[in-house]
Every structure is written in structure tokens, then in C-alpha cells.
């Protein structure tokens, strides 16, 4: 199992490369409600990240099938 900073790290990566190579993308993410602490969930856990991470994940890979050159 990863550890938050090592989700991090590779969130703050894929997010970096998604700014670089697809900025038409970038320009759409959002902030992902499950991973914004709220007053009755204040802990972010490994379990959200590694799901934020499967979505930019997913977001990247469905860009590049519906756009190859």
C-alpha cells in the first residue's frame, strides 16, 4: 500500500504532465469533492487519494484514445 506522500507525489506529477502535454485538459480539472476535508470528514485518506489518482489516471487515458494523431 502507498503512503499519502508517496500519493501525493505522484498526484502532484500526473497533474504536472497533464498542465504540460494536455493543457485543453488541465484547463477542466476541478477539485474532486472527496478530497476536500469538510467539518465532518476533516482526514483525507490514502483510500481518496489512491481514487483521485485512478480518475486523473482514467481522464488522461480516455483523452488520448478519443484524440490520438
Known sequence: MKTV?????E???LIRD???????????LDEN??????MDHPEIST??????LATLKDLV???KKNHKN
Open 61 to 63: 487515458l480516455k483523452y
Open 18 to 28: 497533464i498542465e504540460t502535454n494536455y493543457p485543453e485538459v488541465y484547463k477542466y
Open 47 to 52: 483510500e481518496d487519494l489512491e481514487i483521485y
Open 5 to 9: 506522500k508517496d500519493l501525493l507525489s
Open 11 to 13: 498526484i502532484s506529477t
Open 33 to 38: 469533492p472527496d478530497t476536500i476535508p469538510n
